[in-house]
DNA sequence: AGGATAGGTTTCCATTGGAAACTAGCTTCC
DNA sequence: GGAAGCTAGTTTCCAATGGAAACCTATCCT
């Protein structure tokens, strides 16, 4: 098990020896820019961030509204994102309990950027998918 | 060999079927928003399209510049954008032969949100990091 | 007692990701 | 003339991740 928060594939020199003289720089392999950059350019992550900007969100209303998220995952990727710092946990002992998730200050400078992402996708699904086509028509049937 | 271009784990409605008269929702779980969401929104992609901002990068030099990637999943990612229409790909007859990816009009509609996306663990970086720290100080010792 | 609801965890298997080796065309070095 | 090196990839192998579904704990309702 792997509790200790460190994943066990990093080379020992994670978060700590790297904040060096240079700001942090994202094209750098063992900048810890890159372990959030893994995190928060993340699908599910960017549905979660998105979704909870209209104010704290319940478990398994995050599960009904981000259609098709397993609950292993989503409650993987919140943990993820509670420790990071951009979401905030709160546990309501009402019965059966409940549990809020909510955007914290840092994750909220987030959200712009997140949102961003998540609906250009829906702005410009069509010219994508025009995109594919031609480029499957192309390597489907062109010779040179 | 799944040449063809269509994933085969999705439910065979994939990009046709979900174009029905609400405009497309990310939230939705067949909807081809998705498939792009979950493109844009990765690592890799992300550091590709910002390093594609200043003008066209040759192969080689996308895989030095930004570290730690595999020259596979830099073919792969690369290939999808493509696809995608975000990102060109031309062929120089040099010797050897040079390869540019550049940026399509598409693509440049994206990297503001990718590189807001990016940027953001950079500038954020020291507040993450601290956060982690208080995640992890509070797991390990705390009881309740 | 049996079922529902809330918030997860566990299990299992397929897909994906990464490291390293290999391919292939052409050039320069020795 | 053959080895080495540049380009831009592909292939192979293995570990890690992702997703579907089952299971768990606790409390209320009937």
Redesign the interface.
Known sequence: MV???KPQNAPERD?ESCRLPW????????C???M???R????W???IL??LRDGPVRFNHLRR????ISQKVLSQTLKKL?????LSRAVFPTVPVTVEYALTP?GR??T???A???????R??E??????A???AR?GGEPG
């Open positions: 509790t200790s928060g978060a700001p942090f720089d994202v094209y750098e392999a063992q810890p820019t890159r959030v950059l893994d928060i350019a993340d699908k992550a960017v549905l998105d979704r509204d981000i259609k098709g509670e420790r990071d710092g951009l840092l400078t987030l712009d950027a997140v961003a992402i998540a609906h250009w996708a829906e410009n699904m010219a994508v998918l025009a995109a594919q031609a480029y499957d390597a």
